[in-house]
C-alpha cells in the first residue's frame, strides 16, 4: 500500500499554494540572485524564489537555496533541544568554502560563528557539493552529506571521524574527503577514517540526490536528539527505515519533495516556525 500524502497544513499548502504553472526561462545574476523573480519565503540567511521552490516540484535538481532552507529549517526547529542533543548543522555555501580554503582560514571566517573550532564537541552535519568553480552559480551536479564525530583524545591528540552518505555510490568520496579533512583542522582534531556510512538507501533517478542529503540530514538530527551514542550503523538502519516508510528511493524522492515544498509554504504563510510539523512534535514558534 502506497503510503500517505502530507496531511494537514503541509499537505494543504503544497495542494492550495501551488502555483498553476512552474517559472520559466528567469535569468540569473551573480551568486545566482533572481531578476525580478517572486520570494516566497525567507528564514535566516536563506531565500527562495518561486523557481527554487519549483525545483521541489517533479525531478529538478535541488540548488544551494533549497539545502540552505532545509539545513537553516532544520537548525530552527531544533533550537529548543539542549545543545549536547542537536549537531551543529552548516549551509551549503560554508561547507563549500572549506573545500576553497585552509582549515585554519575557514575555521576564523566561517566555523567559529557556527560554534565550531578547538572546543568544538558537538556532531557537524554537512552537504557536500561536487562543484569546483566558486563563481559559476550551480557549478555542482551532486548532493552527498557528512557526517563528523569526536571521538575523544587519543595518543596523537582529539580525534574525529568522518561518515559519508552517499545516494549514488561514492560519487562524492573525493570533495567529502577534502571537506572533512579541513573542517578536521579547523576544530584541532587528528582526522581518524572517513567511511561511507552502511546500508545508505540509493537514489533511483539522476536529480533527487538533494531531497536524500536534506533526509540523512534529518536523520542525524532525529538520532542525537535521541541521544548521542550512535553511530554510521545506526544512521544507514535511520535512513532505511525512513526510505521504506516513503515507498522505497522513488517514494522517498517524491514525498521527501511534497514535504520540503509544504515546510516552505507554511514558512511563507506563516511568518515564522508556529505551525505542526509533524517530524518536528510541537510548533516553536520561532520566527
Known sequence: MAPARPTGILGALVR?????????????????????????????????????????????????????????????????TAPERRPILVGPSAAFMATQMSGEEWGAVCGAPLGIDAGTRRRVVLPVSNSVTPDAHESG???????????GAGAAGRQLAAWHVDSMGGCNWGPASRLAREVARAMGARLASVSPVPGAPQQANQSDCGVFALECARAAVLLEREGGG??????????????????????????????????????????????????????????
Open 16 to 80: 492550495a499554494a501551488r502555483p498553476a504553472r512552474r517559472p520559466s526561462g528567469l535569468g540569473l545574476g551573480v551568486w545566482g540572485m533572481p531578476r525580478g523573480e517572486v520570494k516566497v519565503c525567507s528564514l535566516g540567511d536563506a531565500l527562495l524564489y518561486e523557481s527554487d521552490v519549483a525545483r521541489l516540484q517533479g525531478t529538478g535538481w535541488l540548488n544551494d537555496a533549497c539545502i540552505a532552507f532545509g539545513m537553516e529549517y532544520m537548525e530552527r526547529r531544533s533550537a529548543g
Open 141 to 151: 551536479s551532486h548532493w552527498s552529506v557528512l557526517v563528523l564525530s569526536p571521538t
Open 230 to 287: 550512535w553511530g554510521a550503523g545506526d544512521l544507514g538502519r535511520a535512513l532505511a527505515r525512513r526510505c521504506e516508510e516513503l515507498g522505497g528511493a522513488r517514494g522517498l524522492g517524491e514525498r521527501a519533495r511534497e514535504l520540503w515544498e509544504g515546510r516552505a509554504r507554511a514558512v511563507a504563510a506563516a511568518g515564522s516556525l508556529a505551525f505542526p510539523d509533524p517530524d518536528w512534535g510541537a510548533p516553536q514558534g520561532l520566527a
